[in-house]
């Protein structure tokens, strides 16, 4: 069997990876001409980590991540309203990782050539359409370049997938929830232990920080923080692309950053050390009733992009990425039976989380506070009791298959 792959993001170098332990002969085809350590922080959480390290990747992403220790939900004005051990703190077996999304990327880039060999992914190749018949399937790129031909095509080409815009045509571009972000990463002085996530306020105005890799001096960590503020209506058209290296202006930052209150952290100052910052809408696209269509089928953002709730993005391509490669093996003989096996196992699951997160997914807790007690709180018994906190993250724990794996329940 031969597989083709579009999109050389986590997505697509995670099933590479799987599909070549797996047996299975598979080449990744990349629009861009060059593969750069792009973004800024993404969580892993153990579910995914313990599919990361079954590819035995656990050391190297070691060196380039922090293993989260500790998260705390506050009020935007600082008040404590949650806070719940991480990774293997919280009885995993495997950690949760805080990272560069590039660093992610790279570990994941630098395996799949030592593996599957130093052509194996292919750059400067934008998908331009397909072609399937019984025997296989055909892509077409732009450009004249050389048509490859596969058994299956597997489209991780994100958000703005090419494939799910030909196998769907009128479904418009993704939606927004009038949420605007503006996120960037620095070395900046450790807090909590090094290993701590903060986020504060709720959906209409959010504060995110947390560390990603050690810093260059003693004593700092690579910081990465996140402001999230509504400045329009769910539903509106996207002010721009959707584009993670979109640079932000610093005066936008300026009229924001006051809007919070942190005791662990000078948040101010750290956005404003930041040498680069970047900004873009929080965007999503509603659930399709099928991702596969033959010997082509969709994964990763191409399939259910969703809001940065939760820390589920990445982990649910690196989900799909396994479930594709185990039916793959289990149907040799027939890739389209085995396809609709994967979207049978996946996509109900990640429809959940996709609607699950347009409600503010597990961080739903904080909105809740905010709403109930919009200026503060003296005592967090007074607006909300620990049994409906509890309720809102373990819920959302059990659908997206983190509170799986854990050694002491």
């Known amino acids: 069997m031969k597989v083709l792959v579009a999109g050389a993001g986590i997505g697509g170098l995670t099933t590479a990876l799987r599909l070549h332990q797996d047996g299975i002969d598979c080449a990744v085809y990349e629009q861009g001409r060059g593969i750069g350590e792009l ?73 799949v050539r030592e593996r599957l060999g130093p052509d194996a992914v292919r750059t400067g190749h934008r998908l331009a359409g397909f072609d399937q018949d019984a025997s296989g399937v055909r892509a077409r790129f732009a450009g004249g370049l050389d048509d490859a031909h596969g058994d299956v095509l597997v489209a991780a080409d994100g958000i703005h997938s090419t494939v799910r815009a030909l196998l769907f045509p009128d479904e418009g571009p993704p939606r927004w929830n009038g949420v605007m972000m503006w996120r960037g990463a620095t070395d900046w002085p450790s807090f909590g232990g090094g290993r701590a996530m903060l986020i504060a306020g709720g959906t209409a105005a959010k504060l995110v920080v947390y560390p990603i890799g050690e810093g260059r001096t003693p004593g700092t960590t690579l910081t990465n923080w996140a402001i999230c503020i509504r400045t329009g209506r769910p539903g509106d058209p996207p002010p721009e692309r959707q584009d993670w290296s979109r640079p932000a202006d610093p005066a936008d930052l300026d009229e924001h950053i006051g809007r919070f209150r942190l005791g662990q952290v000078d948040h101010a100052a750290l956005v404003r050390a930041t040498p680069e910052a970047f900004v873009f809408p929080m965007c999503d696209r509603d659930p399709l009733p099928r991702w596969t269509h033959g010997r082509v089928t969709l994964l990763g953002d191409a399939a259910h992009p969703m809001y940065p709730m939760g820390s589920n993005g990445a982990g649910q391509a690196v989900l799909d990425a396994a479930a594709l490669s185990a039916c793959l093996v289990r149907r040799p003989a027939d890739p389209a039976a085995a396809l609709a096996a994967y979207e049978d196992e996946r996509l109900a699951a990640t429809t959940e989380i996709v609607l699950r997160n347009r409600v503010g997914g597990p961080e739903s807790v904080i909105d809740e506070v905010e709403r109930r007690a919009p200026d503060g709180f003296a005592r967090l018994d007074d607006v909300i009791g620990a049994a409906e906190l509890d309720a809102v993250v373990n819920g959302y724990a059990r659908v997206t298959g983190a509170s799986t794996d854990q050694v002491n329940r």
């Open 39 to 111: 973004g800024v922080g993404i969580n892993a959480l153990p579910h995914a980590v313990k599919e990361l390290a079954a590819l035995g990747l656990l050391e190297r992403l070691d060196d380039v991540a922090i293993r989260t220790a500790e998260l705390t939900y506050l009020h935007r004005l600082g008040q404590e309203i949650l806070r719940r051990p991480c990774g293997v703190d919280a009885g995993f077996a495997l950690p949760q990782l805080s990272l560069h999304r590039g660093r992610l990327q790279g570990v994941l880039l630098r395996a």
